[in-house]
């Protein structure tokens, strides 16, 4: 059975830090791509950041890009998501979900398996 399982979340003042964990099992790691999604209130779950399979390539949303880097270690069958310079826009729900694609990352439909998330907030 696979299963995901966010960690890291909080509250945070604006232009803080926030480094996201996501730990995988179930599944041969090093063989999906991995995303981070994120879900406002009364908003739909948008696509944040994504990593191939090896980690040969990552991909960003304009909003995040610049700020937002992520990472995986396929030892440790984790991926990460640092956040730096958080704005109160980033204030979600963070998701991770696990692919086995390696193109159309920025599409939910692309995952298929998915945490329970992770909350962060950022006041300003």
């Known amino acids: 059975q696979v299963q995901l399982v966010e960690s890291g979340g909080g509250l945070v003042q604006a232009g803080g830090s926030l480094r996201l964990s996501c730990a995988a099992s179930?599944?041969?790691?090093?063989?999906?791509?991995m995303g981070w999604f994120r879900q406002a209130p009364g908003k739909e779950r948008e696509f944040v950041a994504a990593i191939t399979r090896y980690g040969g390539s990552t991909y960003y949303a304009d909003s995040v890009k610049g700020r937002f880097t992520i990472s995986r270690g396929n030892a440790k069958n984790t991926v990460f998501l640092q956040m730096n310079s958080l704005k109160p826009e980033d204030t979600a729900v963070y998701y991770c979900?696990?692919?086995?694609?390696?193109?159309?990352?920025?599409?939910?439909?692309?995952?298929?398996?998915w945490g329970q998330g992770t909350p962060v907030t950022v006041s300003s």
């Open positions: 179930g599944r041969t790691f090093s063989n999906y791509a």
């Open positions: 979900a696990s692919s086995p694609r390696n193109d159309e990352l920025g599409r939910r439909q692309a995952y298929d398996y």
